[in-house]
């Protein structure tokens, strides 16, 4: 099997995004290290309405034969090891608490040591932040993981595919997520020129 993603959820508003991200990488099999933190836990059960991993795992298809679940305390679990080769992280949403902690490498969940991690195998770390507006602090310690190797991929998707229903807005950002993962998954219409959209 291919190396994992590892997916992290954390308690900026957005749980929607991960939880089209996780059904997709769950249906398509693709191999998935999943950590949820306890505000990213709290945000799922009142943006979703799921209450535990379990509501977790229906929602996002039934099956998680490729999908393997760690907790955001055990900061030795094996995403916490650069020995443990991965496909890279996406932090989605991402909380500009878990910005600033990645900024300054402080470590102290396993999320943050795993995206510190990311960083220092020089593998590809994905936020997925949605705050607005931004502070300086933000936006400085945005500038700090970009300098650092991360891809900052805020949620705000397009509208030139005139989306009529919330899932498709959702799709726009799940599809940029899968593009930068470099994973041969079409979930969202691209950009056709200057005629209009297509979709591929």
Not at 18 to 31: D, G, N, W
Not at 95 to 117: F, H, P
Not at 127 to 148: C, D, G, M
Not at 160 to 188: G, K, M, N, S, W
């Amino acid at each position: 099997m291919n190396p994992p993603v590892v997916l992290a959820m954390t308690g900026a508003s957005g749980a929607p995004y991960a939880v089209r991200l996780l059904e997709v990488l769950a249906i398509k099999r693709v191999s998935v290290w999943l950590i949820v933190s306890g505000h990213g836990t709290r945000l799922l059960k009142e943006e979703c309405r799921l209450d535990d991993m379990a509501a977790l795992a229906r929602a996002t298809g039934g099956d998680w034969t490729s999908v393997r679940e760690f907790q955001d305390a055990d900061r030795g679990a094996l995403p916490a090891s650069g020995s443990q080769k991965t496909a890279g992280m996406v932090i989605c949403p991402c909380s500009m608490g878990t910005v600033s902690a990645i900024a300054q490498g402080s470590s102290r969940s396993l999320i943050e040591r795993a995206a510190d991690v990311t960083l220092k195998e020089r593998r590809k770390l994905i936020l997925v932040p949605r705050e607005t507006p931004l502070s300086l602090v933000h936006l400085r310690n945005l500038t700090r993981v970009t300098e650092a190797g991360a891809i900052v991929l805020p949620a705000a998707p397009g509208f030139y595919h005139r989306p009529t229903r919330v899932e498709e807005l959702v799709d726009f950002i799940v599809q940029r997520i899968l593009d930068h993962l470099a994973l041969d998954i079409e979930i969202a219409q691209r950009w056709g020129g200057g005629g209009g959209v297509g979709a591929g």
